[in-house]
């Protein structure tokens, strides 16, 4: 069905499996001379966006293509989670997964016509890029486009921030990259001196994966009290977490994942990556006929020698303890031992607000740099 449409440009919503697909391939033409971005595996993005993928439990979504000519040259999506609707008490829908050339009379009538459908939800506010929600993929990339994204991060042409600008957005939140070399870990004496008088009472674990479903469970707790005061946030359910965690433990070796205990009691923990953009980068988005083989054989044999660190947490009231920095580190310093051991380089932590003066702190005091910056924006609907 059309939803806008002029002489050049028709605004599409995507319905059924044909123009699921096209949605998903529109990056293909955005990113053919760049030799920075990573093709997605379609696999993977078609089951992100099956209505059984447990996100759509609390949200409604509705996605559209841009085409011109017949051609699909652009995307959008808009959300509404309940979840979030909950948490903060306001209208505020979500924009996500844009894709335009540099035209603005594209960006335009995807953006009139997420914003229509968010207004039809009694929606009063939209926020946005949420690649579906806070939880997932977030922020439109604005500095860093220079280099390849990590696992599960997005890339973007220098042109998208002003065009979004244009089409009445404001930017509301930045959130950083930081890239560490696993070979120069620096142990800050503060920081050591934290961890000597701490380190009695703290014993950090691999994650035990005959345990595996009790363990994760753990994990989700301590990020949903860990980050309930963070910007926009959004607890995890239970369905989402375990989803994720199927995930994980197909990829991620198990010293990859590390509980810290205080006295007894789990309070933090951390996740690292290994950099699967590396192995998929010539795959093209495609895993048969023989992608399978190669991203299994390249995880066993030829290990990435980059990883990225998508989730930590302090459980809240340690945050602002003597125990806060050295649960931090200790889990940073076993993950990255963890990654050395397998040959990792070089490993992302992200995305970090960038007013999160406390992790920022601790990361930069172990070595990391800003590597990327990425950028949210909002509109009054």
Same mark, same amino acid.
């Given at each position: 069905?059309?939803?806008?449409?002029?002489?050049?440009?028709?605004?599409?919503?995507?319905?059924?499996?044909?123009?699921?697909?096209?949605?998903?391939?529109?990056?293909?033409?955005?990113?053919?001379?760049?030799?920075?971005?990573?093709?997605?595996?379609?696999?993977?993005?078609?089951?992100?966006?099956?209505?059984?993928?447990?996100?759509?439990?609390?949200?409604?979504?509705?996605?559209?293509?841009?085409?011109?000519?017949?051609?699909?040259?652009?995307?959008?999506?808009?959300?509404?989670?309940?979840?979030?609707?909950?948490?903060?008490?306001?209208?505020?829908?979500?924009?996500?997964?844009?894709?335009?050339?540099?035209?603005?009379?594209?960006?335009?009538?995807?953006?009139?016509?997420?914003?229509?459908?968010?207004?039809?939800?009694?929606?009063?506010?939209?926020?946005?890029?949420?690649?579906?929600?806070?939880?997932?993929?977030?922020?439109?990339?604005?500095?860093?486009?220079?280099?390849?994204?990590?696992?599960?991060?997005?890339?973007?042409?220098?042109?998208?921030?002003?065009?979004?600008?244009?089409?009445?957005?404001?930017?509301?939140?930045?959130?950083?990259?930081?890239?560490?070399?696993?070979?120069?870990?620096?142990? %800050?004496?503060?920081?050591?001196?934290? !961890?000597?008088?701490?380190? #009695?009472?703290? *014993?950090? /674990?691999? +994650?035990? &994966?005959?345990?595996?479903?009790?363990?994760?469970?753990?994990?989700?707790?301590?990020?949903?009290?860990?980050?309930?005061?963070?910007?926009?946030?959004?607890?995890?359910?239970?369905?989402?977490?375990?989803?994720?965690?199927?995930?994980?433990?197909?990829?991620?070796?198990?010293?990859?994942?590390?509980?810290?205990?205080?006295?007894?009691?789990?309070?933090?923990?951390?996740?690292?990556?290994?950099?699967?953009?590396?192995?998929?980068?010539?795959?093209?988005?495609?895993?048969?006929?023989?992608?399978?083989?190669?991203?299994?054989?390249?995880?066993?044999?030829?290990?990435?020698?980059?990883?990225?660190?998508?989730?930590?947490?302090?459980?809240?009231?340690?945050?602002?303890?003597?125990?806060? %920095?050295?649960?931090?580190?200790?889990? !940073?310093?076993?993950?990255? #031992?963890?990654? *050395?051991? /397998?040959? +990792?380089? &070089?490993?992302?932590?992200?995305?970090?607000?960038?007013?999160?003066?406390?992790?920022?702190?601790?990361?930069?005091?172990?070595?990391?740099?800003?590597?990327?910056?990425?950028?949210?924006?909002?509109?009054?609907?």
């Amino acid at each position: 069905m059309t939803e806008i449409s002029n002489a050049k440009i028709q605004i599409k919503k995507v319905s059924g499996k044909q123009a699921l697909n096209a949605f998903i391939r529109v990056p293909w033409r955005i990113y053919k001379n760049d030799p920075n971005w990573i093709a997605p595996l379609v696999s993977e993005r078609k089951g992100a966006f099956s209505p059984k993928h447990p996100f759509f439990k609390h949200a409604a979504w509705r996605a559209w293509v841009a085409e011109r000519d017949g051609t699909p040259v652009g995307r959008i999506s808009a959300q509404v989670d309940q979840l979030h609707l909950q948490q903060h008490g306001n209208n505020t829908g979500f924009f996500g997964l844009i894709e335009s050339p540099d035209d603005d009379e594209v960006f335009s009538a995807l953006f009139e016509t997420a914003e229509s459908w968010l207004r039809e939800q009694g929606m009063e506010r939209v926020t946005g890029p949420f690649n579906l929600n806070i939880n997932q993929e977030i922020g439109l990339l604005v500095e860093g486009s220079d280099s390849p994204p990590y696992i599960m991060t997005g890339h973007a042409p220098a042109y998208y921030g002003p065009a979004i600008e244009r089409c009445g957005y404001q930017p509301v939140q930045d959130l950083l990259a930081y890239e560490l070399d696993s070979g120069s870990l620096r142990i %800050p004496r503060i920081m050591q001196a934290l !961890i000597d008088r701490s380190g #009695d009472r703290i *014993k950090v /674990r691999n +994650l035990d &994966r005959k345990n595996s479903g009790a363990e994760l469970e753990v994990m989700r707790d301590i990020f949903n009290d860990a980050w309930k005061n963070n910007w926009n946030f959004v607890p995890f359910t239970r369905d989402e977490f375990n989803a994720i965690g199927k995930e994980l433990l197909m990829i991620v070796p198990p010293d990859f994942i590390q509980i810290a205990e205080i006295d007894g009691e789990d309070s933090a923990f951390i996740v690292l990556l290994p950099n699967i953009n590396e192995v998929i980068a010539d795959l093209n988005g495609r895993l048969l006929p023989i992608g399978w083989a190669k991203l299994l054989w390249r995880l066993k044999v030829k290990f990435p020698k980059s990883g990225r660190v998508p989730l930590m947490g302090v459980r809240e009231k340690y945050q602002n303890t003597r125990f806060g %920095p050295a649960l931090a580190y200790m889990t !940073i310093k076993g993950v990255i #031992d963890a990654g *050395k051991a /397998r040959g +990792l380089e &070089r490993v992302e932590m992200s995305w970090i607000l960038d007013h999160n003066h406390g992790v920022r702190n601790i990361i930069e005091s172990v070595g990391g740099d800003i590597t990327k910056r990425y950028r949210m924006y909002e509109k009054d609907l």
